[in-house]
């Protein structure tokens, strides 16, 4: 019997290593909203614009990112310096990519497709619940994401949209925490990766 538990000991420790962060303290409930919508940049007579820092790769850039919506699931965004040269310009309509312009220093399929991804959390407007989880704090909605899954973290008090995590199934890739006084507008905005080095930050503009 003493030889079969190194053998158990193995399993139980491959099995706790495989559960999700994500959903550590919350409890399991029936599903109350079929569906989700990020209320973020979903407002198409405004402009989105940002103060923004985007560290990739150990290389610093800082500037302006401007977000519009151009029609349902539909969004550009660009990103230039302070002094309005471009550093990138991109389409998003439903599950369609445009690449208008990147500046040739970032221009690296992996930078490209990391903020394709990044941007694609961010922006999309509805999603289908797969499972909903609760605490006292907040409410969760579980939902598919190609091959992933993302989280939608509400707080229970006041429906605000707080983060955003992108999952495997046993591991946390990109968490997307906002900073918001109100439903609609996101003041603060800071996405980040759990295995490669690219963050960015973002933070209202404000006119003084």
């Known amino acids: 019997m003493i030889r079969f538990l190194p053998i158990s000991f193995l399993i139980l420790l491959i099995f706790s290593s495989c559960a999700l962060k994500t959903t550590q ?24 614009v940002y103060k923004a820092k985007l560290d ?4 610093y850039f800082g500037g302006i990112l401007i977000i519009k919506k151009l029609g349902p699931e539909k969004h550009r965004v660009v990103f230039t310096t302070e002094f309005g040269s471009k550093l990138f310009d991109f389409l998003f309509e439903g599950e369609t990519f445009t690449k208008n312009f990147m500046l ?32 006292e704090e907040v409410e969760v909605y579980k939902t598919r994401d190609e091959n992933r ?60």
């Open 25 to 48: 303290g919350l409890r399991d409930v029936p599903i109350l909203k079929k569906e989700i919508q990020n209320p973020y940049f979903s407002n198409a007579e405004k402009d989105y």
């Open 56 to 59: 990739i790769y150990g290389r």
């Open 104 to 135: 040739e220093e970032m221009d690296k399929n992996i930078v490209v497709n990391t903020l394709r991804k990044d941007f694609e959390i961010l922006l999309s407007e509805t999603a289908k619940v797969q499972q909903q989880y609760v605490s």
């Open 149 to 208: 899954f993302n989280f939608y973290f509400f707080e229970n008090e006041n429906g605000i949209l707080k983060k955003i995590v992108n999952t495997s199934k046993s591991k946390e890739k990109v968490i997307v925490s906002f900073d918001s006084q109100n439903v609609s507008i996101a003041d603060k905005i800071e996405i980040n990766h759990s295995n490669i080095k690219l963050k960015i930050s973002l933070e209202i503009f404000k006119n003084e």
